[in-house]
């Protein structure tokens, strides 16, 4: 019996409540249209380009100036192979004093 009664008064203080649950999903689907505006907003686009890649077809200067570029990268990579990373550190440790003897007392 007093079971009974607790679940009741249970049931009747969750319909006097005004909080409502948190919905993880829409606050997340909320939070990354948010950061998707914003994008657009620093592309100073309206809406995000298509999907299917139907955009505008690219220059070609463009093309030719990333090929030439793509190019010119092989070229060095060729004459100047990556150094050993051995040789980017220090071999010797020198050590300067910066107090003069006698001034620390």
């Given at each position: 019996m007093e079971l009974a009664v607790l679940l009741a008064l249970l049931g009747a203080a969750r319909a006097l409540s005004t909080c409502r649950s948190l919905d993880l999903e829409a606050a997340r689907r909320k939070r990354?249209?948010?950061?998707?505006?914003?994008?657009?907003?620093?592309?100073?686009?309206a809406a995000p380009p298509p999907a299917d890649g139907a955009g505008r077809p690219l220059p070609e200067e463009v093309r030719a100036l990333y090929n030439s570029t793509r190019e010119l990268l092989r070229q060095r990579a060729r004459l100047h192979p990556p150094e050993d990373p051995e040789e980017y550190y220090a071999k010797e440790l020198h050590r300067f004093p910066m107090e003069l003897p006698g001034d620390g007392e």
């Open positions: 990354i249209e948010a950061v998707r505006g914003q994008i657009l907003s620093k592309l100073r686009l």
